[in-house]
Structures are given as structure tokens and as C-alpha cells.
């Protein structure tokens, strides 16, 4: 079963308040900052909006890396995959989120939980790095 | 030099992209309700699968043993759409005067008119487009359309020597070609011109070519005569109705400062689109293209200069300021770049006729009528109070793309107190 259900992204932009202050976790005091300004959340997050897919996670293979079941991702396909990055594989006929772990013997994809395990691609994997990962968008 | 890129069995590619397990593997689409064939991998066509089969002979062309290796999926069109924008704003955003011609291909002009320069540069544009988009890209480059139709699909043809880009870049170059293409395969040469021309001994389009323009003139209409003159290299741009109309719409506009706010020049290419859509319809025509260009300041030094125009064709040509604007915004954001600073701006629309002449697309999901009604209304309520009184939402940014207009007579602007009017009485009803 895939991991992951890509999906495209409806470019209008949409103008948010920008609440211009540093927050601190503390308690904003809204009359500190200076109102006015916008921002476009398309703006902001994504720089190439012709790579940029987006993929909403299943299952918990990545928890402690902050990713978790529900999670949005967006994927930027411009940029260049590294050793150490989270990005979107396709193996063996499923795609999956992963961390990139670029090594002596080959390519691993190492999981971030505990219960799950390293995954050493060899030549008879189906194996592709679709897109890596740019950004988490979750829920609170 | 023009250049066209075609996307190699588009439907195929998306799909793929989206489900990797297809590669490697013969692929159909099919059409609404499952009808025919739209598409093919190439080894659904390896299979003897043809073009415009219907789903239920394809087990006909291949044998019943064979069926189940065949994986034959629906068309999902607004995936296939995304795709395609993805593609157009990439070559839009690298390439100049780019024309979408369809779904999957576009035309454009090579950078460099160097024939190396331009060869390396197309050939990082495929590779740009495939690990962006994942979608892989042939493209052909020649000295007019016609020519770099067919420079396309030798290179489609031919992904191992060619790697997706080949140029027809000199006369030798060139017959060969036209030997090897058989007199179907030119662009706008139909089935029934194919016969004809088979019936006059002319099988391919070299022989095509030796054929003399006095015979072509008399025996075929003009547009035959403008392929027949293409396939020779001679650029009949200008005179093909494919592209330019008998007429054109035209709003553009110099803006009073340079503006580098995306916002802002959208909002003049709205206005401009809606301004031109207003024109068609007073004069009962339609349109079928949308052009836009954008224009930076060339004397400014301080800011990088950039300019650019992208046209879009329509799915079935139109009026409504909804669709023209739809189409002009889908333009811009092709050729919009950030970090310029733009001068000027404009909207033209192109292949205009008569609305009685407009022949619907089997394919368009718009409702036409529903739109002209809503468009004699909008008119309507403009022509009795104020130009402006109705627009559409996205017009109204800052308004710094609108003229210098200090020394503007009053009585021009009398028209606003509609907008002042219906300001002051909410303001009244919230204070009480």
C-alpha cells in the first residue's frame, strides 16, 4: 500500500495578514506589531511553484523527524537530492518518505522510528527518489 | 530558428509520473466514458495498438492472450492540465514568444541563433523539464513550424541518438528529412489531402516539395500552399491563418513608474483582457487566442530589462470576459518573473470571428450560455451607470499600474461618485 497520495497545488494566491513581530511563545501582544502587510502562503512556501507537488503522509515511519500520520509535504522536484535529505522514494512499486543516507556501500533509506528498519537499496529494487521533501505543513 | 516542444505520449507520461509501476509497461488512455484511445505508451504501440482505437477492438489488434498485459486507464484531464501548465510555465519562463499550441506542444523561438549555443540549450530544457516535472520532452528546431514538426518527431522517433532534441539546421539536413517523411506525416496534410496528393504520385514530403507552386496554387486551397512554401523554409507566419486573424483587439498600456509587484501587473492584464473582451462583444465577435506581453524598461539601468509574450488558443472561442481573462492570467503566469521591473504591459486577442461561425468543442466544460447572459448583464449595468461600476475582483489591486493621471479633467471622473455614493450610505447604516 503507498505511503503517500501526491497531489498538485491550485496556484491562487490568497493574501493572509502578516503579523509582523518576533512571537516568542510567550503572549503576543497584538498591539506590538505592525499590521498591514500580507503574505501568500503559496509565496512563502513554495520558490518553484512548477516542481512543487504536495503528498499528505500515512503511517508513522518518520515520527521522530517530526513527520506524522495526516502531515501535508511539499515536495520541491528542482532540487537536487543530498545525502541526509527527506524525500519521497518510489520502490518496489510504493512510495514512501524517507531520510537519504548516501554511504560507502550504496544508498540507505533510514527510517525515523525506532520499530522500523534501515533499508539498503540494491540493484533488483525498483528504486526512484521522486522529489525531495521542502516542508512539513501539520496540524496542531 | 523555431523550436517545438512536444511532449512524448503525454497522457501516458502523467500518469506514469503519479504511478512509477507503469514504466516499462504497454499503457493506454482512454477517453470520456472509456470510449477510444487517446493516448499510447510506446509499447502499447509496439503491440500494433492504434490511435483512436476503441477500447473494445483493442483486443482485436492485439489478440485476446495478449489483453491482460494491456493497462487501460481512464482520462483524467484536469491532472493532465496541471501537467501541462507545469511544462508551459517553464518554457514560457526560459524561451521567448512562446505559443501553446496544444496540450502538449508549443512553439517558440531558439535563444541563441547559434546553432550550437541553442542545441545545448534545448537540450538542458528537456533534462529542466524532466527532473521538475518528470514528464519527457522531445523538441524539434527549424527554420519555420512546418520544418520544426518534423525536426520534432525525428527526434521522438529517435530518443537514443538524438536524446529528445534535433535541429534542422542547414538545407542538407533538411531534404533529408523530407525523404524520410511520408506525405501524411506533415503538419496539415489530412487524410483526404494525403489521398490526393497520392493520386498526383506525391508519397512523400521531398516530393512534395519538387512539386511545382503554380499547381499546388490551382489544385489546393492557401493554406496548402503556405505548407508546401514552409517545407521550402519559407516562413508563412505571417500569413497562416493558424495563428494571426484578419483582425486583432489590442490593449496595452505604458505604465507611469516601473512596476516590479506581481499583483499589480496582473490586475492591468485583467483590466486590459476584460477591456478586450468588452470590445469583442460590441461588435457580436468571438475570439480564439489570447496573447500577453510584458515589457521591462531598456534604458533603466539600475533594474535587469526582461520582456516576453506567451498566446494561449481557447478551448472554443469566446466573449466572455470570464474566459478571456481566465486564459490571459494562465499567459501571464507563464512569462511573469520575478525580480524585473516592468514598463509595460498588454493583452491582444487574435483569431477573431463572428459569433455566428463559433463551432463548439466537444470537449469544453464551460457553460456558454450561462456566460453571455451574465455578460449582457455586466454590459448592461456598465453602459447605464459607469464604465467601471462592475469589474471583476481580481482588477482591483492598488491601481499603480493605472496612468499618471494628475492633471485629469473632472468631468471624467464623474462617473466614481456611483462608487462614493454607495460608500457613504453603509458608512451611515453602521453608525447608527
Redesign the interface.
Known amino acids: 500500500m503507498n505511503e503517500l497520495e501526491i497531489n498538485s497545488i491550485d496556484q491562487d494566491p490568497i493574501s493572509l495578514q502578516f503579523f509582523d513581530s518576533q512571537i516568542q511563545a510567550g503572549f503576543p501582544s497584538p498591539a506590538q506589531g505592525s499590521f498591514g502587510d500580507t503574505i501568500d502562503l503559496n509565496d512563502e512556501l513554495i520558490s518553484n511553484p512548477e516542481a512543487t507537488f504536495c503528498a499528505r503522509v500515512i503511517g508513522n515511519s518518520m515520527i521522530d523527524s517530526g513527520i506524522n500520520e495526516g502531515d501535508l509535504l511539499l515536495i520541491d522536484r528542482s532540487l537536487t537530492p543530498h545525502d541526509g535529505c527527506i524525500a519521497v522514494c518510489f520502490i518496489d512499486g510504493e512510495f514512501t518518505v524517507k531520510r537519504v543516507s548516501i554511504r560507502a556501500d550504496g544508498i540507505y533509506l533510514v527510517p525515523a522510528n525506532k520499530r522500523f528498519p534501515e533499508l539498503h537499496v540494491n540493484s533488483d529494487n525498483n528504486f526512484q527518489i521522486w522529489g525531495v521533501v521542502s516542508h512539513i505543513i501539520k496540524k496542531l | 530558428m523555431y523550436c517545438l516542444a512536444d511532449c512524448n505520449n503525454f497522457f501516458v507520461s502523467c500518469e506514469r509520473l ?1 504511478d ?2 507503469l514504466n516499462g509497461r504497454p499503457v493506454v488512455v482512454l477517453s470520456n466514458n472509456d470510449g477510444c484511445v487517446i493516448a499510447r505508451s510506446n509499447e502499447a504501440k509496439a503491440m500494433g495498438i492504434p490511435m483512436g482505437c476503441p477500447a473494445f477492438q483493442i483486443k482485436k489488434h492485439i489478440g485476446t492472450a495478449r489483453l491482460n498485459d494491456v493497462i487501460q486507464l481512464s482520462a483524467r484531464h484536469t ?1 493532465y492540465h ?2 501541462s501548465l ?2 508551459m ?2 518554457l514560457g519562463r526560459s524561451c521567448e514568444r512562446l505559443e501553446v499550441y496544444s496540450v502538449d506542444e508549443a512553439f517558440f523561438q531558439a535563444p541563441f541563433n547559434d546553432p550550437v549555443k541553442d542545441e545545448q540549450f534545448l537540450r538542458d530544457l528537456v533534462a529542466k523539464i524532466y ?4 514528464i519527457p520532452v522531445s523538441i524539434g528546431y527549424a527554420p519555420t513550424r512546418t520544418l520544426a514538426k518534423i525536426a520534432s518527431r525525428i527526434a521522438k522517433k529517435n530518443p537514443d541518438t538524438t536524446q529528445g532534441v534535433y535541429g534542422l539546421t542547414s538545407q542538407h539536413l533538411i531534404d533529408s528529412a523530407l525523404v524520410k517523411t511520408d506525405i501524411s506525416d506533415v503538419w496539415g496534410i489530412g487524410r483526404r489531402l494525403t489521398e490526393a496528393l497520392r493520386n498526383r504520385g506525391v508519397g512523400s514530403a521531398a516530393q512534395f516539395v519538387q512539386y511545382p507552386n503554380s499547381l499546388v496554387r490551382s489544385l489546393f486551397n492557401i493554406t496548402v500552399a503556405h505548407t508546401h512554401a514552409e517545407l521550402k523554409g519559407i516562413d508563412c507566419t505571417a500569413a497562416s491563418p493558424v495563428t494571426v486573424a484578419h483582425k486583432s483587439i489590442m490593449n496595452s498600456r505604458t505604465f507611469g513608474t516601473l512596476i516590479t509587484s506581481r ?1 499589480e501587473v496582473q490586475a492591468a492584464v485583467v483590466h486590459f483582457a476584460e477591456h478586450c473582451s468588452r470590445q469583442l462583444r460590441s461588435e457580436g465577435s468571438v475570439a480564439g487566442t489570447v496573447m500577453v506581453y510584458v515589457r521591462g524598461d531598456r534604458y533603466r539601468e539600475d533594474v535587469p530589462f526582461y520582456s516576453n509574450s506567451c498566446q494561449l488558443n481557447l478551448a472554443t472561442p469566446s466573449s466572455s470576459a470570464l474566459t478571456i481573462v481566465h486564459y490571459a492570467l494562465q499567459a501571464f ?1 507563464c512569462i511573469f518573473k520575478e525580480g524585473f521591473g516592468y514598463r509595460k504591459a498588454g493583452v491582444m486577442l487574435l483569431n477573431i470571428k463572428p459569433e455566428t461561425m463559433v463551432q463548439l468543442n466537444l470537449f469544453d466544460k464551460e457553460d456558454h450560455n450561462k456566460q453571455n447572459r451574465l455578460m449582457r448583464a455586466i454590459d448592461h449595468i456598465n453602459t447605464r451607470y459607469a464604465t467601471q461600476a462592475v469589474n471583476l475582483a481580481s482588477t482591483s489591486a492598488k491601481g499603480e499600474w493605472k496612468p499618471r493621471q494628475q492633471h485629469l479633467n473632472q468631468s471624467a471622473q464623474s462617473a466614481l461618485h456611483i462608487y462614493s455614493g454607495m460608500v457613504a450610505s453603509s458608512k451611515k447604516k453602521s453608525s447608527l
Open positions: 503519479y512509477p509501476t491532472l496541471d501537467i507545469r511544462i510555465s517553464l527532473k521538475y516535472v518528470g499583483n503566469s
